[in-house]
C-alpha cells in the first residue's frame, strides 16, 4: 500500500515538473522557429512562415512580429507590415514603437504617424534620449517636422539634439545630416544667415559633402540674383555706368564663389559622397540634374 | 522485495524518459510552418496569371528575382525626377476625393522591361480600401507608361527583380511618390 502511494505520488511530481516546463519549452521552440527564420533570406516563404509559426508558439515574442512584418514594409505591401507592426509595439513599445515612427518616416512619408510614434517612445522612457535605428528621437523629430514644413519645430529638435551631442561627445561627434537638415529648414524658413551658419558648421567637419555645398551655392546664388536684380533695374534707373560697372565686377565675383562651391559638389556628388538613404530616397535628395540645373542657372546670370 | 521495486523502477523511469524527451523536443523542419494561414509564397511573389499585363512578358529566371534595392538597384531610366516629373505633369486630380496609398507593385526583367504588376490600395491608416476607379486607372495606366528601367545587376549579370511604387494621395492629390 505504502509502496502504491509512493508511486502515485513521484508520478504526480513528474507530471509537474513537465507541465511546469511546458513554457519555457514554448519558449525554447519559438525561438528555434525565430532562428531559423532569420537564417533564411528576408521575405521568403520559408523565413516568413517561420517567423509565423514562432508567434504561434508565442504570441507575446515581440520580435518575431516585427520580422514578419518587414518584409512587406520593403516591398510596398503596407496593410500586412501594419498589421504585424503593430503586434511588436503592442507588446515591447519601449524596443519597438521608435522603430514604427522611423518606418511611418522613411517608407510611408507620414510624417504625422512618426512624430506621434517619436513623443509616445519619448515619454515611455523619460530622462532617457530613445535612439530608433542609431539616431536619436529628437533627429528623427527634427527631419519629420521638416517634412511636414513645421520650420520652427523642425529647428528647435535639430539644435537640442545638437546641443545635446556637442555637450555628451563634442560638436565633431554629431552626424553631418543633422547640420545639413537644420540648414535647410532654416533655408526654407527664409533664414539664409542661419543656414548658411549650420552648413559651414558642417563643412569644417566633412569638406566633400556634396549637398552641403549645393545649399551653400544655392544660397550664395541669391546674392547673384539679388545683385543682378540692382544692376538691371537699380542702375539703369540711377543711369550711372560707374555704378553699373561696380556691380557687373560684385556679380562676377559672387558668380565666380558660387560656382567654385558647386563644381566641387557636383565632383563629390559624383564620387559617392552625398546623402542618400538605403530603400527610399531621403528627404530633400539631390540628384545630378538638381546641381546641373544649379549650375546653369548660375551660368547664365548677366 | 527485490523483484517488487524493480517493477516500480521501471513504469517511473519510462514516464521520466517521456516527459524529458517531450520537454527538450525541438521543431522540426515541417514545424517551421504555421499550422493556420501559412504563406503559401515568398513575401513579394507576384504570380502571372494572376497580374496585370504579364502577357508576353518574360523574365530571365524564374527562380531568381531580386528585390529592386539589391544590390545595385534597379531605377527608372530617366531617375526619380524624371518618374516624379513624368507622372506628376500627366496625373489630373478629376476632383477625386481620395486619400491613401495607391501601390503598384511589379518585375523589372533583366532587360529592363516592366511587366506583372498587381495593385495594392490602402487608405492613410494603411488599411485596405478601394479607390475611385477613374483615379485607380489613370494611375496604372500612367505607371505602365514608364518603360525603360536600368535593371539590376549582380554577379556579372543583368537581373531581374521586384519593383514598387507608392503614391501617397491626399484629396485625390498625389503628395509623395516612394520608394
Redesign the interface.
Known sequence: METSQKLFLSICLLILVCSCEDESKIKAQSMACFEYGMSHYQGTQESINAFAKAVEYDPTHAESWRELSIPFLKRGMPSLWKKYMDKAVELDPITWQGYRGYNYLWFYRDYKSAIADFDAIDSLTPNFTDAPQGHSVDFWRGIAYLGLKDYENSIAYFDKHIQKEIDESGEDWVEHEAFLYRGIAHYEAGNDEKALKSINTLLKYNSNFADAKYYKALILSKSCEKTLHNLHFDAMLRSSTMYAEELKQKLEKEKKAALLILNEAIENFKTGYSDQRPYVETIRQLYLEDYQFLKAKLESMD | MQT?KLK?FF??AI??AI?IA??A???KEE??????????????YIDPENSLLSEGFEVCDENFIL?Y?NPERATYSK???GLRNFILSNYKNKNYTDSG?L?I?FVINCKGEAGRYVI?E?D?????KTFTKDLKDQLFELTTQLKKWNPNFTHDMYRDS?M???Y?IENGNI??I??
Do not use: M
Not at chain 2, 514545424?31 to 513575401?43: C, G, K, M
Not at chain 2, 492613410?124 to 485596405?128: D, F, G, M, V
Open positions: 517488487t516500480l513504469p517511473i514516464i521520466l516527459c517531450s520537454c523536443k525541438q521543431p514545424n517551421y510552418i504555421p499550422t493556420e494561414n501559412a504563406f503559401t509564397t515568398d513575401a513579394h528585390q534595392y531617375g526619380k525626377n496609398y501601390n507593385r495594392h490602402n492613410l491608416n494603411l488599411t485596405p521586384y514598387y511604387i507608392s501617397r503628395t509623395e516612394i520608394p
